[in-house]
């Protein structure tokens, strides 16, 4: 999976760099696009993962699903800040601003604040339980957020172009849909590969907490042993 998802980079580096033209409108700036758009829907789709082993963990009580839901927002959280930093650097030569309160650039600084916040409640004090009980309502409270920043240049008057590949009549295509295409595929490879490190990441660590706990355990077990035995 990593050698693809290198050779997948490769690819849309001599795409998206070389051979797309350049925009009529936006000129080279278009190319930012490339990484922008792919990064927002990976970011989209690890939160609806984290959303369903949330609720997959509230129903069976899985450490698997919770483990999978916490992976999925670790590198959903990294995707939707890399949405908006491109996101900003697009903004810039197109409308003179780095930042402003359109409605779908402030829904989506929202949806980063949210998964920060779950992330924030896992490394709250408390059992492993616990903590995984909070962090998976919080996990589908937060996804409600997901279809009002997709919605959101349709909902309100936006300076953000709505949406292109997602309608029945693509209004990008040639090359460049093939570029963005390709990033798609790209970026999905890559998320894979984090969240399936990040798993095995979560998975040890819970793991190794596990063992401490056990071992702290033993050992006062042994000290009130050893006191009343004292006696």
């Not at 939707?80 to 197109?94: A, E, N």
């Not at 409600?144 to 009549?169: E, G, K």
């Not at 040890?204 to 077990?221: H, P």
């Amino acid at each position: 999976m990593a050698l693809l998802g290198l050779v997948g980079w490769v690819v849309l580096a001599w795409l998206g760099l070389v051979a797309s033209p350049e925009d009529v409108t936006q000129g080279d700036s278009v190319r930012i696009m490339y990484v922008h758009v792919p990064s927002a829907i990976v970011a989209f789709g690890l939160f609806a993962l984290t959303a369903v082993g949330s609720v997959a963990y509230l129903w069976k009580r899985s450490a698997w699903w919770d483990r999978l839901a916490a992976a999925s927002a670790e590198v959903g959280v990294l995707f939707c800040g890399l949405t908006l930093v491109t996101g900003m650097l697009w903004g810039k030569p197109t409308w003179g601003v780095w930042w402003t309160w359109d409605a779908r650039l402030t829904t989506t600084a929202l949806l980063f604040l949210l998964y920060l916040g779950y992330l924030a409640v896992r490394s709250m004090p408390g059992t492993v339980e616990k903590r995984s009980r909070r962090s998976a309502v919080v996990g589908v409270v937060a996804f409600a957020d997901v279809p009002v920043v997709h919605f959101s240049v349709d909902w309100w008057r936006s300076l953000h172009q709505p949406a292109t590949i997602t309608r029945l009549d693509p209004t990008i295509d040639g090359l460049m849909l093939f570029t963005l295409v390709t990033g798609i595929i790209t970026f999905v490879v890559t998320a894979a590969w984090l969240v399936t490190h990040r798993f095995r990441v979560e998975h040890l660590a819970l793991e190794a907490e596990a063992a401490e706990i056990s071992r702290e355990l033993e050992s006062r077990k042994r000290a009130v042993l050893g006191e009343v035995g004292g006696q």
